[in-house]
């Protein structure tokens, strides 16, 4: 599939905000839908956010809409998660993901519709 290599996280307090990066490699990237993904110290893994593969379209948990938004640069391979408001129940590690990338979009959400994903990056948002 596609290699995916997040940046970004860190250390915040409560309201402030981090930009996450995952860069992707190949001259394919515009077929993948992507997705972010994260998870907190003894919880599973959960759905964050999804865009589509022209950007146009994007989907949020409900836990994140308003404060996150997803985005993509098709020309630099790359998409982002802008968290604002940020809140201690955000600390997690995020997850970059690919679909399969036949180039349809249907609003992915659960993590076996991914078939690639990066090594994440730690969030901490303190209190």
């Known amino acids: 599939q596609v290699q995916l290599v997040e940046s970004g996280g860190g250390l915040v307090q409560a309201g402030g905000s981090l930009r996450l990066s995952c860069a992707a490699s190949?001259?394919?990237?515009?077929?993948?839908?992507m997705g972010w993904f994260r998870q907190a110290p003894g919880k599973e893994r959960e759905f964050v956010a999804v865009?589509?593969?022209?950007?146009?379209?994007?989907r949020y948990a409900d836990s994140v809409k308003g404060r996150f938004t997803i985005s993509r640069d098709n020309a630099k391979n790359t998409v982002y998660l802008q968290m604002n408001s940020l809140k201690p129940e955000d600390t997690a590690v995020y997850f970059c993901?690919?679909?399969?990338?036949?180039?349809?979009?249907?609003?992915?959400?659960?993590?076996?519709?991914?078939?690639?994903w990066g090594q994440g990056t730690q969030v901490t948002v303190s209190s």
């Open positions: 993901a690919a679909d399969r990338g036949d180039g349809y979009f249907y609003a992915p959400e659960k993590e076996n519709d991914f078939s690639s």
């Open positions: 190949g001259r394919t990237f515009s077929r993948y839908a």
């Open positions: 865009i589509s593969q022209k950007g146009t379209i994007t």
